[in-house]
Nanobody
Framework: QVQLLESGGGMVQAGDSLRLSCAASGRSLSTAPMGWFRQAPEKEREFVASIDWSGATTYYTKSVRGRFTISRDNAKNSVYLQINSLRPEDTAVYYC???????????????????WGQGTQVTVSS
């Protein structure tokens, strides 16, 4: 069982940048794809980005391409999300998650991820 803990969120202005971190404990993340999701008030949880076990391949939802960068450091058992040019519509709770076996990193369904962090709040004002 892997435990995940997100950090790095906060209250920022439009155009600012944030770097979110996800630290894992319990077991190594080196064999599993990882993803970031977000959930805004009164909306469903939305896929943001994923990264394969080695960090060589990444995948993003269209709305964040060019602004968000997912990365991982397996030696530190951590995953990161660099967010640039923040917009008010990016306001949400951001979650990191580890994907279950037998699923593709291109599968955006939250149900394919089995371990979740508690989330970190990102609030963007205009």
């Amino acid at each position: 069982q892997v435990q995940l803990l997100e950090s790095g969120g906060g209250m920022v202005q439009a155009g600012d940048s944030l770097r979110l971190s996800c630290a894992a404990s319990g077991r190594s993340l080196s064999t599993a794809p990882m993803g970031w999701f977000r959930q805004a008030p009164e909306k469903e949880r939305e896929f943001v980005a994923s990264i394969d076990w080695s960090g060589a391949t990444t995948y993003y939802t269209k709305s964040v391409r060019g602004r968000f960068t997912i990365s991982r450091d397996n030696a530190k058992n951590s995953v990161y999300l660099q967010i640039n040019s923040l917009r008010p519509e990016d306001t949400a709770v951001y979650y990191c998650a580890a994907q279950k076996g037998a699923f593709s990193m291109y599968d955006v369904r939250s149900s394919t991820y089995g371990s979740w962090g508690q989330g970190t709040q990102v609030t963007v004002s205009s």
